[in-house]
C-alpha cells in the first residue's frame, strides 16, 4: 500500500518556541493532505486541509497563525506549531490519499509527539 | 449530537471471543465507511472499506453497514491478544472529502 512518511516521531521542545513536522508522501503524489491531533483517549481531530501550491483550509477553532502549513511539493507538507505551549502538547498524524486508487482511502503517517515543557 | 458516535470502552475479551464493535451516525450523506486499527503511539491503519450498506468479509474480520439505520459493525473472530489495539470507525461523503472519526474503542485481548 501506499506509505506516508512523518518525521520526527517525537519532540520535546520548550514553550515559546517552535516546530517543524513534515509529512512525505514516498510512492505517490498527494495534491492534498490532512493533518489531524489526537489527545490521549481521544480521537482524531481534523485540524486543517493541506493543499499543494494553495493556502491550506482550517477547521473552525484551529488558529491558522499558530498552525502553519505548508504544501510546497506534491509529496511533502510541513505543519508548524509557532510558539509552543504545554497545552499544544498531542500526537500530530497526517494522512494523504493515493490519487490512483479510487478508493479514497487515507494513509496515516507514524504520527509526531510533541511535548512542550 | 456528534456526528459519529462510538463507545470508547474499554472493552476486554479472552482469547478466541467474537469481539463486536460499532458506531452510529447522524449525517445521511456519509457513504464510505472505514474501520482503523490503531496501536499505541501509531499511526491509524486501514482494516475494511465499504462503500454503501452491506457487508464485507476479510479474514477474521466482518464489517456491516445498515445505512437505514445508520449503524456500522466490525466484528472480529477468534480474536487474538495481537488484536489489542484502538478500532476506530471513519466516515465521509464522497471520495475527496475529510474523513470523520469516531472516538475510537479500546479493545484489550487477553491470553
Given amino acids: 500500500g501506499a506509505v506516508v512518511s512523518q518525521h520526527p516521531s517525537w519532540v520535546i521542545c520548550k514553550s515559546g518556541t517552535s516546530v517543524k513536522i513534515e509529512c512525505r508522501s514516498l510512492d505517490f503524489q498527494a495534491t492534498t493532505m490532512f493533518w489531524y491531533r489526537q489527545f490521549p483517549k481521544q480521537s482524531l481531530m481534523l485540524m486543517a486541509t493541506s493543499n499543494e501550491g494553495s493556502k491550506a483550509t482550517y477547521e473552525q477553532g484551529v488558529e491558522k497563525d499558530k498552525f502553519l502549513i505548508n504544501h510546497a511539493s506534491l509529496t511533502l507538507s510541513t505543519l508548524t506549531v509557532t510558539s509552543a505551549h504545554p497545552e499544544d502538547s498531542s500526537f500530530y498524524i497526517c494522512s494523504a490519499r493515493d490519487p490512483s486508487q479510487d478508493t479514497g482511502e487515507l494513509f496515516f503517517g507514524e504520527g509526531s509527539r510533541l511535548t512542550v515543557l | ?111
Fill in chain 2, 1 to 111: 449530537q456528534k456526528e459519529v458516535e462510538q463507545d470508547p470502552g474499554p472493552l476486554s475479551v479472552p482469547e478466541g471471543a467474537i469481539v463486536s464493535l460499532n458506531c452510529t451516525y447522524s449525517n445521511s450523506a456519509f457513504q464510505y465507511f472505514m474501520w482503523y486499527r490503531q496501536y499505541s503511539r501509531k499511526g491509524p491503519e486501514l482494516l475494511m472499506y465499504t462503500y454503501s450498506s452491506g457487508n464485507k468479509e476479510d479474514g477474521r474480520f466482518t464489517a456491516q453497514v445498515d445505512k437505514s439505520s445508520k449503524y456500522i459493525s466490525l466484528f472480529i473472530r477468534d480474536s487474538q491478544p495481537s488484536d489489542s489495539a484502538t478500532y476506530l470507525c471513519a466516515m465521509m461523503n464522497s471520495g475527496n472529502t475529510p474523513l470523520v472519526f469516531g472516538k475510537g474503542t479500546r479493545l484489550s485481548v487477553i491470553a
